[in-house]
């Protein structure tokens, strides 16, 4: 009987708080209520369970009936604890910023309770209402960034999904810069686009939970987009809900246009004069108002300027910092005025070649020294991390098969990479050209696949750091004026610790058709992910096409299946590019044999590219039997267009499927 009491107890108070809750929204803000239909979507983890009168339970109720009391919930998030040990609660709650502190507190309050009803023994769970969401867990979660579980809400269709992607790219673009840059108190933007085709405009809105650091947030909504293309590309209308950020677009307006990016005030303004009173003291008590909201103004304005400077001092400094982490290498800092002379003004007659992230130009120093500039265009993608990471590696790699960086300008929104120039410009540019690669000799390709596999060798294991490229293709290899290959571009690369063998990554950068399938699927790289690069990087030099666009007419194979094929029906004539005329066919047959045995499916049967140089310098060696290679679904769209898929599968830092070709 006392359990059934409780249980009404319990079940009017929830319907009590719910009807308070919509009395409260109608009251305080009627001109919103149409858009905040309180109960979304909710997640109980199954990682652990408890008990209903376990000590942690005991904790979780005690936090959460605290809730609507705390202040700190005023800025539109919180975070609280509760106990010790392994019975310690953590929580979170964020809120649209456009409620009022009382609308925010609500929101939270209700949806929280409302998550222990639904998850009464998990140790996690997740709510997510209209315009809040509320976080429980066991395991600490300020400052960590968590994309999962994530569940989508769509709605309408749009006409014509090419345009709508090309509005749609440059709207999330900007609202996750501006997002990510947002301060301890929020990480919100608002903004529109027009799309033409059905006459309408888009509203959308990106917000992460504001305890996360600007590349943590970045990466979450870079999630949130890529989601998009598995589950309502099509959708006019759709919101994905992660537990550390989320995204909306509509139709229509639903945030307030008062919406402020600006962090608030920590200190509360100063309370206004009574009202009034009529008689011989009104023009006074007006006097004195007016002089009060005169301060006020001037208060407001002062506090902006204020964090409008520590806003800047900020960049600076952590733009200071880079720059010194720069050129405590032994790269060379050019200035940008040199480096503008050198290339005539960035002239088109001095264009070597453009890509995704920037533009490629032939340069001349003062001195005569032949240089290639990498200008990177400020919405290219190649964000300062790329940037620096490519500096900081390559300056400090020294090998003939590597292009050699000669320096740097980062000055205002410039940021140019200089290099050796080489005059041969790169290999997809020779071996795929029907015309130039019939001057390319089976020695001279023997040269450019012995010269790879020492470079890659020297970036595994022979430098005082141990790399991964995981971009190998034939693009980012550089012939010189005496045609040895040099690998570049080094911007997508990892550093991994010596003893280490694997890692992982929720963001997947490098060329699909170059990419090793446990890279490509679940994010696992090695320094095999670049063996199984260079194995297609092989095959393509033996046949003299590309992987991507290789297809055989009869049964539609790609070029690794068509050349195991051949090779296990002991054809392997049927590989070798027809240009190649007088050669070693035993040569060149072993060489098909190590780049089969460089792209099979499991990592672990791949050589390293130790036993690679090894093999290629010595036919003494047995090369083992290799399995069947891993498969890819091929397009037969060009690199540089814009497919459908394309605009919202990656951040523009995760892309590196382009034409560029830095010398």
């Not at 888009?202 to 589950?231: F, K, R, T």
């Not at 001195?367 to 200008?375: C, D, F, L, N, T």
């Not at 690669?437 to 040269?447: E, G, I, P, T, V």
């Not at 066919?585 to 460089?598: A, P």
Request: hydrophobic content about 35%; aromatic content about 8%; some cysteine.
């Amino acid at each position: 009987m006392q359990k059934y009491r409780e249980t009404i107890i319990m079940s009017t108070s929830r319907l009590s708080l719910f009807f308070f809750y919509a009395i409260l929204i109608i009251l305080v803000n009627p001109t919103i209520n149409a858009q905040r239909d309180p109960y979304v979507l909710h997640e109980c983890s199954t990682t652990g369970n408890v008990t209903s009168n376990s000590t942690f339970r005991a904790n979780l109720n005690t936090l959460i009936s605290t809730l609507s009391s705390n202040t700190q919930i005023d800025y539109g998030f919180y975070n609280f604890t509760a106990g010790e040990g392994t019975n310690k609660v953590y929580a979170t709650g964020l809120c649209r910023a456009d409620l009022s502190p009382t609308d925010c507190r609500s929101c939270v309050n209700m949806s929280a309770h409302e998550l222990l009803q639904l998850c009464p023994t998990q140790k996690e769970g997740v709510m997510w209402y209209m315009n809040c969401t509320a976080r429980y867990s066991n395991n600490s979660i300020f400052g960590v960034m968590e994309t999962k579980p994530t569940r989508p809400l769509r709605s309408g269709n749009v006409s014509n999904l090419t345009e709508f992607n090309a509005v749609l790219k440059p709207l999330f673009y900007d609202l996750r810069v501006r997002a990510s840059a947002g301060g301890i108190f929020r990480k919100i933007a608002v903004g529109t686009a027009f799309y033409k085709s059905d006459n309408y405009t888009i509203y959308g809105l990106m917000q992460c939970s504001p305890d996360l650091l600007e590349m943590d947030c970045s990466n979450c909504l870079v999630d949130a987009q890529n989601y998009i293309q598995g589950c309502c590309s099509r959708s006019s209308g759709l919101r994905i809900l992660a537990p550390s950020c989320n995204l909306r677009i509509e139709t229509n307006q639903f945030y307030d246009s008062t919406l402020v990016q600006s962090p608030p005030s920590l200190s509360p303004p100063p309370p206004l004069s009574p009202p009034p009173s009529k008689g011989k003291g009104s023009n006074s008590s007006k006097t004195i108002i007016a002089i009060v909201v005169v301060v006020v103004i001037l208060v407001v304005i002062i506090i902006c300027i204020c964090i409008c400077i520590s806003i800047r001092v900020r960049k600076q400094r952590k733009k200071a910092k880079t720059v010194d982490e720069i050129s405590s290498t032994e790269s060379l800092h050019f200035d940008f005025p040199t480096i503008r002379v050198a290339t005539d003004n960035f002239s088109d007659a001095n264009k070597l070649g453009q890509g995704g992230f920037g533009v490629v130009y032939k340069g001349r120093l003062s001195s005569g020294q032949e240089i290639a500039v990498k200008r990177l265009s400020p919405g290219s993608g190649q964000g300062d991390l790329e940037f620096k990471n490519e500096i900081l590696l390559v300056a400090k790699l020294q090998h003939r098969n590597l292009v050699k960086l000669r320096g740097f300008c980062l000055e205002g929104c410039e940021r140019l990479l200089i290099y050796e120039f080489v005059p041969n410009g790169s290999l997809d540019q020779v071996i795929f050209d029907p015309t130039k690669r019939a001057y390319l000799d089976w020695q001279s390709r023997y040269k450019i696949i012995e010269g790879i596999a020492r470079g890659l060798l020297y970036l595994h294991e022979d430098s005082q750091l141990r790399i991964i490229h995981r971009d190998l293709k034939t693009s980012n290899i550089l012939l010189d004026d005496e045609m040895n290959p040099k690998i570049a571009d080094f911007g997508m690369a990892r550093l991994v610790i010596l003893d280490q063998t694997h890692s992982n990554t929720n963001r997947i950068v490098g060329t699909y058709g170059y990419m090793a399938p446990e890279y490509a699927y679940h994010g696992h790289f090695s320094v095999k992910s670049d063996v199984f690069s260079f194995g297609v990087l092989v095959l393509e030099m033996i046949c003299g096409q590309k992987n991507g666009y290789f297809r055989n007419e009869e049964n539609g194979e790609d070029l690794l299946a068509y050349a195991w094929t051949n090779w296990r029906n002991m054809a392997a004539s049927n590989i070798i590019d027809p240009t190649l005329g007088v050669g070693s066919t035993t040569e060149i047959i072993r060489c098909i044999h190590i780049g089969l045995l460089c792209v099979q499916e499991n990592a672990a049967d791949r050589p390293t590219m130790a036993s690679i140089v090894l093999m290629l310098n010595s036919n003494s060696i047995t090369l083992s039997v290799p399995s069947r290679p891993a498969f890819f679904v091929h397009s037969n769209v060009e690199p540089d267009s814009q497919s459908d898929q394309s605009i919202l599968l990656a951040s523009t830092n995760d892309a590196s499927i382009t034409a560029l070709h830095p010398r």
